[in-house]
């Protein structure tokens, strides 16, 4: 599995298939492994964090989030796989195997807990899963008893990185650790989705800015302006 450098952040050149590959075969490796989704906005923050850029590179799956990580990498990135979809596909897994997942939410967020747990067992009703905020409790505690085999993370960028790397080691028993940032509102129903043929044609982007115009300078540093940066980094 090859990878490719984008403002010396590791990304690595899967098709979802691959990923997805690559995933399953964490479940049979008896070690801790974390997988990242690294969009443009995480690759530039990380360019100004040289700690949070250690914790993306040592991640033992990066899945290439985001068309503008293709525009920068001149395509050698061919595709894009997103967090949301490899998530989805880690909780059938999860289901049909009896796995135990765990969740760390964001508090305040778009979704609550509740919200999130119905929706979870609404499509995946034999699944295995806790789910708690980030900082409710002794969620340590809360772990080491639960004993899951996965546990996603859902603090938005750079916290859900740094929270897996300090929690990295501490679990012998959970084999993926995932940072999912927003895809727990995508399962809720609160955050909705490009129809398949935008996302497939790198058209995301514009459903985004057609739903949240507010939003454009955001876009615009995604799509323009990283991609930019990124060929005047090579000069």
Known sequence: MK?????????????????????????DSGKQNYI?????EIISYAKKDDHYRQILNL????????FGLQIASLFQVKHR?????????????????????????????????????????????????????????????MIARYEPKMIFVGLGFPDQEKWIAHHLRKFGFVEIFMGVGGSFDFLAGKTKR??????????????????????????????VIFPLKVFLSKK
């Open 59 to 66: 991640a033992d799956l990066s899945i290439p989030d985001g």
């Open 81 to 141: 796989v997103t967090g949301i979809d490899l998530m989805t596909e880690l909780l059938t897994i999860a289901e049909n195997k009896g796995l135990k997942v765990y969740g760390i939410i964001k508090k305040g967020g778009f979704s609550t807990k509740e919200e999130i747990y119905n929706a979870l067992l609404k499509k995946y009703p034999n699944l295995k899963v806790e789910l708690r905020y980030s900082g409710e409790g002794e969620v340590e505690e």
């Open 36 to 40: 990242i989704t690294p969009n443009p």
């Open 194 to 223: 490009a129809p398949k043929w935008m996302r497939e044609s790198g058209l995301e982007w514009l459903w985004r800015l057609v739903r949240h115009p507010d939003r454009i300078g955001r876009i615009f540093n995604a799509v």
């Open 3 to 27: 990878d490719v450098k984008i403002l010396n952040v590791k990304v690595d050149n899967v098709s979802f298939d691959e990923a997805v590959k690559k995933a399953e075969a964490f479940l």
